[in-house]
């Protein structure tokens, strides 16, 4: 039996265990620097970095000999537990009743007092990622990041082993990348030589980064050390094509815009430099940008890369279908997202709506969509109530940008450049799966159109100031943009459009007698359709209700021009904001729609 307090009721004796590093336990003065066979040093790291600190005979014999037979294995098993005994005794009372054992489990004594290292690294780090952002964070993530050692260095090929510094590094790097974020926003040491050396150590410790690759471009082109700005693209670029991956169209977009950025020490944004001129074949537009990332629900690590690509590619085709129902330009599609530009190369009076209204139809879209399956392992081993799901993350936001060609020769595409698609690439990186984070330009666009989540500091750009974004939540029943058109229409009186005006009247009293009809206005925008319509609505409301001595009933249907595939979708609409609920798509998938340019419906009396 292990003995940890002396029989006066002294305080335990503590064994402290280093796992970052070479493997050594140790009690004051004494330590396990010589193990007799490395197999019983072995042991006795996988029982203390096991969950609980305890495993079953049969998973340590599988992880220390897994080329011994099953009885082969027990034996070795079982000497290796006494020559660990016999080298952790040399510590005392607590090294030798550290290891406990019976015929079918090895654990570690609960009455043993230890100080784990690793244990005391993970939590702190964890701590660490816990406190609210600010400088008391920056330090506490410094601090716990300043700890080194790679766990269990003296087992480099062991797999169990390689499990535990995969663990610690993904939590170490969530740290690194929290750092970095929070003085990229300016809430911690924002320097910015502070802020290089945090993105540098996220890239550095994964050359798969491409968030840490953006910034740094970023920061790079920002200063006009544009060689800087290319290799770390080539080298985030190389170690993802080690992984059979590709740079995705955000990194993409960065690269493009650092190669064009001019070296000028002034900027505040790399990416601004991108409009500074304008080649033939291109032209700047205001553009709302669409960033789209799907991941995988339910999928494991292992995944077959077929049954990976089956699944991503399902749900691209329905996010690209999505899209360009709602007149959207795919302008990329790499690894597991794609961009897409709404006013460009077409432009609409609704492009911002349009995109919102694409991006929440994606989310849905890509959560249902139907997955053929193949001779994979995912086909073959997955029932259908246990099949992985997608889920999608999006950015979205407006701005202006230079449109046209990009790239050279065969590689040329249709592609925007600018810091609005830097802006929308950041807010998909921060969106939380399944939600679509919208910028302040869109949101100032659609503010009345939709209904709107929390909201969100954001540093759309590494060094700059934090903006505040909004999570999207859907359309609203009732739109408030309807009556704020409808007072600003009446402010000045109506001039030039008696004919109009006449027409309007006409049908209006026809029908109050009995007989519908169907008056189209068509004309470019702000040409002054709805004012000529909230004047009719104002001559119907003060006439008829005078007349019945009633109020009189009027629904008012927005137009809106990407819904072009719906029958009778101008009444499915007023019958919406009778009711007040917002119009219900087609099960087919097609937007809420079509409309004439104006739709009317009045009913003299209620």
Not at 57 to 81: G, H, I, M, V, Y
Not at 314 to 323: D, M, P
Not at 460 to 467: E, N, Y
Request: proline share 7%.
């Amino acid at each position: 039996m292990a003995v940890s307090r002396s029989e006066q009721g002294a305080s335990p004796l503590v064994l402290d265990v280093r796992l970052l590093g070479r493997f050594v336990v140790a009690q004051g003065e004494l330590s396990t620097d010589a193990w007799p066979r490395p197999s019983a040093r072995r042991l006795c790291q996988l029982v203390l970095i096991s969950p609980g600190r305890r495993l079953s005979r049969d998973a340590a014999c599988e992880a220390l000999f897994p080329s011994l037979r099953s009885q082969a294995a027990t034996n070795a098993l079982w000497k290796a537990l006494s020559m660990a005994r016999s080298a952790l005794g040399q510590l005392g009372a607590p090294g030798a009743g550290l290891l406990c054992a019976d015929h079918s489990r090895i654990w570690a004594a609960t009455d043993v007092a230890l100080e784990v290292d690793l244990d005391a690294h993970v939590q702190e780090l964890g701590a660490a990622l816990r406190v609210s952002p600010g400088p008391g964070r920056d330090c506490a993530l410094a601090d716990a990041l300043s700890t080194g050692g790679v766990p269990l260095e003296d087992e480099p090929v062991a797999e169990w082993a390689a499990r535990v510094r995969e663990r610690l590094e993904d939590l170490r790097q969530e740290a690194r990348l929290e750092l970095a974020r929070d003085r990229s926003r300016g809430v911690g040491r924002a320097r910015p030589e502070e802020v290089l050396q945090a993105w540098q150590a996220c890239l550095e410790a994964d050359p798969t980064c491409e968030e840490a690759a953006s910034a740094l471009m970023q920061l790079y082109a920002a200063r006009g050390r544009r060689p800087q700005a290319v290799a770390v693209y080539e080298r985030c670029s190389a170690a993802l094509g080690r992984l059979g991956l590709r740079t995705s169209p955000a990194l993409e977009e960065v690269r493009a815009s650092a190669e064009r950025a001019a070296p000028n020490r002034g900027r505040t944004s790399p990416l601004s430099a991108g409009l500074v001129a304008v080649r033939p074949g291109e032209e700047r537009r205001l553009v709302s940008a669409v960033f789209v990332e799907l991941s995988p629900v339910g999928l494991g690590t292992q995944a077959d890369p077929e049954d990976l690509r089956e699944l991503i590619g399902v749900g691209l085709a329905e996010a690209i279908s999505e899209a360009e129902q709602f007149g959207g330009t795919v302008a990329s599609v790499s690894g597991f997202g794609m961009s897409v530009l709404f006013g460009a190369p077409q432009s609409h009076e609704d492009d911002p709506e349009r995109a919102l209204r694409a991006a929440l139809r994606i989310v849905g879209a890509v959560g249902q969509a139907p997955v053929r399956t193949g001779n994979g392992a995912l086909g073959a081993a997955t029932s259908l109530t246990s099949f992985p799901a997608l889920s999608a993350r999006m950015g979205v936001e407006t701005g202006v940008a230079v449109v046209g060609p990009i790239g050279r020769g065969d590689a040329t595409g249709y592609g925007a450049l600018g810091e609005v698609v830097g802006a929308a690439a950041a807010l998909q990186s921060a969106a939380r799966p399944g939600l679509v984070l919208v910028g302040p330009a869109t949101r100032a666009a659609t503010e009345e159109i939709f209904e709107w989540g929390p909201g969100q500091d954001l540093a759309l750009t590494p060094g700059a100031q934090p903006v505040s974004a909004s999570y999207l939540i859907g359309p609203r029943a009732r739109p408030l943009a309807e009556a704020g058109r409808r007072r600003l229409a009446a402010v000045a009186p109506l001039v030039g459009r008696e004919a109009e005006l006449a027409l309007l009247t006409e049908a209006v009293r026809a029908t109050v007698s009995g007989s519908g009809g169907a008056v189209v206005v068509v004309g470019e925008p702000g040409l002054g359709k709805t004012r000529l319509v909230a004047e009719c609505r104002n001559y119907f409301m003060g006439w008829v209700g005078a007349a019945s001595g009633r109020l009189p009933l009027w629904l008012e249907g927005r137009c809106a021009s990407y819904a072009s595939a719906t029958p009778y979708g101008a009444y499915q609409q007023l019958l919406s904001r009778f009711i007040g609920a917002p119009a219900r798509e087609r099960r087919d998938g097609a937007p809420p729609g079509p409309y004439p340019r104006r739709a009317r419906c009045a009913r003299p009396g209620l």
